[in-house]
């Protein structure tokens, strides 16, 4: 977003859609070579074009945290938009102590850099509970591949799980009265790409040595990421 993001309607909706677009570790860049003074001048003239000025740390912090695809994004990098950085480096300079009117000019001056970067892991907004007797599956991930699933009957949340993306989670699985880390796949079955279960599944793979099978067994589920 290079000399544009203050021109956008909706900031949050765009970092939502750059972050949706990313491998991990990709990288979002905002930025501005004649910095927030500058788009400020330009939303003070004519507000329709220009809606919004460049972000500060407080600001940018607010988006990720209170919309959940943009929850991914790590902030690495930020330039031009803290007076008090500026204030402290023309101090560390020069000696001298500038006014807070000075410091927050030398800001609007600066170039404007913000630097974020798609985390590996997602952390959900909020988390999601799931919890059933343990269902039998088909089998094919101890058969198949060596590495036994527990599967929830979806029957009992296919609403819930109509809304919930596709792809890995992780989290905790409480069976037997104890806890243990959980990885599950929340999908249509497509490590085995068949239609041997048409309907979305839930397999739970327990981080735990168990000594015997636990069908039927009650098995909750919390997904954190």
């Known amino acids: ?9 909706s900031q949050p909706s765009a970092l939502c859609t750059a972050a949706s677009l990313l491998l991990p ?6 930025s ?11 939303r003070a003239s004519d ?4 809606p919004h000025s460049l972000p500060s740390r407080e600001q940018l912090m607010r988006m990720l945290c209170e919309n959940e695809p943009c929850a991914a994004l790590k902030l690495e990098r930020l330039e031009g938009a803290s007076t008090d950085k500026t204030l402290k480096a023309q101090v560390e300079s020069n000696g001298a102590v500038p006014t807070r009117a000075e410091a927050a ?4 001056r600066a170039p404007y850099i913000a630097l974020l970067r798609l985390g590996v892991v997602r952390r959900l907004r909020t988390c999601i509970g799931l919890g059933g007797a ?17 599967n929830l009957p979806c029957s009992l949340f296919q609403e819930r799980l109509a809304d919930l993306p596709t792809g890995v989670y992780l989290g905790y699985a409480r ?8 990885v599950a796949n929340v999908g249509f079955s497509p490590t085995f790409g068949d239609d041997a279960s048409p309907e979305k599944v839930v397999e739970t793979f327990v981080m735990h040595e168990f000594e015997s ?13």
């Open 175 to 182: 069976v037997r009265g104890a806890v243990h880390k959980a």
């Open 25 to 30: 570790n990709g990288r979002v860049l905002i």
């Open 105 to 108: 000019a030398s800001v609007e």
């Open 134 to 150: 343990v269902a039998t599956g088909f089998g094919r991930g101890s058969r198949k591949l060596g590495t036994p699933t527990a």
């Open 213 to 225: 099978d636990f069908y039927g067994e009650p098995m909750k589920l919390l997904l954190l990421g």
């Open 47 to 50: 507000p329709q074009t220009v």
């Open 1 to 9: 977003f290079n000399a544009c993001f203050g021109n956008l309607w």
């Open 32 to 42: 501005h070579p004649l910095g927030r003074g500058f788009v400020d001048e330009l």
